[in-house]
């Protein structure tokens, strides 16, 4: 089995340095990290992904573009992550690994039996991010994790304290955005 992963979530406008600056800063602390910049036109996005690129390959963290299917392929970046309805309509080839975001036990099985390789589930709890929207809770991801033969990641108020009832619902890692971004 897998060891816990820890996944940023990017979002430039509310880190305070520059991104690739930022994810030096995370060496040692996440092993993945996704680019979610998805206010970006595709070639803005592309130059960012080449210098955060350069910035995980220095740290050691695993880069995963997001969304910019085009635009990974560009810069070389094998891993892709998509929103359920891209990923269900493109299916894209090519990358070594490709995630997919899911909100319901439905989302993750078609997922699964399209050839998603991870899921990332959420939000399980309530979030900053998206403020009023319910967390789903810790029964939601184990019936993800419970029902599908990849890894899930949850996504979605997550903590340090969170973590642990997080990797005991079956997930193989928390994702954070704020968390990861405001430090």
């Given amino acids: 089995m897998c060891s816990f992963k820890r996944i940023a979530i ?26 979610r910049e998805k206010d970006m036109q595709e070639a803005e ?4 992904a080449a210098r955060v690129q350069r910035a995980c390959r220095q740290s050691g963290i695993v880069l995963i573009c997001h969304t910019f299917v085009q635009a ?19 299916r894209p080839e090519g990358f070594e690994e490709t995630g997919v975001s899911v909100h319901s ?15 990332i589930a959420g939000n399980i709890f309530e979030t900053q991010c998206k403020p009023g ?35 005991r619902a079956g997930a193989a890692g928390a994702c954070r955005m704020s968390g990861y971004m405001k430090i």
């Fill in 72 to 90: 990974a392929q560009n810069i070389g970046c094998l891993r892709i992550h998509l929103p359920f309805l891209q990923f269900m309509k493109e």
């Fill in 133 to 167: 929207l319910a967390g789903k809770g810790l029964e939601f991801l184990r019936e993800i994790c419970e029902n599908v033969e990849i890894p899930v990641y949850g996504l979605g108020g997550i903590t340090d304290e969170r973590e642990e009832p997080i990797q």
């Fill in 105 to 119: 036990l439905a989302e993750a099985l078609a997922a699964q039996e399209a050839g998603a390789d991870y899921l």
């Fill in 10 to 35: 990017s979002n430039r406008h509310i880190c305070q340095l520059p991104l690739p600056d930022q994810v030096r800063h995370l060496a040692g602390r996440v092993d993945i990290l996704i680019l």
């Fill in 45 to 48: 996005y592309e130059a960012l």
